[in-house]
């Protein structure tokens, strides 16, 4: 079975400093992973994805991801926050069995000025 | 491309009605998936169907179901409302392969009183 846990429901940050949102996920399988965002009455977008290539991954509007296997984890990284940047982030992991994409609860990302 | 579209965006619904909603994935795409999200609950997966056929199910009761047409587009149903199917109910497309990256529709609001 596979699930997703991120720690946090919400992180607050000032604009210019470092956001760092954690997901730690469990997989029978290598897996996929995924960080998606949602802005205000909006569906997900895709940040980036983790596909077994390299384990540093790059996104758009400058987040990026390391996969560490040895601690189960996915954490989301930006060195410095704006404040377009608030929305909420969700963690997801697929494969193994069946055809699903399990998400995490979701993060909500607060930038003070 | 254009993306994926669902219709309508709000709706509003009184307890016992019954509901249908619509998802036009992108062209290409043969895999729709369907989600609830609620603040209490986040996102939630209902089902997915690829090449008309239910290829995995969420743990919700057998008033929620859905379908797909040949060409991709799907609806989902849902009878006798309840107070609690007041949500945003998102639908996501993607490649036929399991593991794929998803591609949100902006949701459909629907509210029951």
């Known amino acids: 079975a596979q699930s997703v846990t991120q720690l946090g429901s919400h992180v607050s940050v000032s604009e210019g400093a470092l956001v760092l949102l954690r997901c730690n996920y469990s997989?029978?399988?290598?897996?996929?992973l995924f960080w998606y965002v949602q802005y205000p009455n909006q569906g997900l977008q895709l940040l980036l994805k983790?596909?077994?290539?390299?384990?540093l991954v790059k996104g758009i509007n400058g987040f990026e991801a390391e996969f560490k296997k040895s601690e189960t984890s996915f954490h989301l990284t930006k060195p410095s926050a704006h404040m377009s940047d608030a929305a909420e982030y969700f963690c997801?992991?697929?494969?193994?069995?069946?055809?699903?994409?399990?998400f995490g609860a979701g993060t909500r990302l607060f930038v003070k000025a | 491309k254009a993306g994926v579209t669902q219709t309508p965006r709000y709706l509003i619904k009184t307890r016992g009605q019954q509901v249908t909603l619509s998802c036009s994935p992108i062209s290409g795409h043969r895999s729709v998936s369907w989600y609830q999200q609620t603040p209490g609950q986040g996102l939630q997966f209902l089902f997915e169907y690829f090449s008309e056929t239910q290829r995995n199910k969420g743990n919700f009761p057998g008033r929620f179901s859905g379908r797909q047409f040949s060409n991709s587009r799907s609806e989902m149903n849902v009878s006798t409302l309840e107070l609690g199917d007041s949500a945003l109910y998102l639908c996501?497309?993607?490649?036929?392969?399991?593991?794929?990256?998803?591609?949100f529709g902006p949701g459909t609001r629907l509210t029951v009183l």
């Open positions: 997989s029978s399988v290598p897996p996929y």
């Open positions: 983790y596909t077994s290539a390299a384990t």
């Open positions: 996501a497309s993607s490649p036929d392969r399991g593991r794929d990256e998803q591609f």
């Open positions: 997801a992991v697929s494969g193994g069995g069946g055809f699903k994409t399990i």
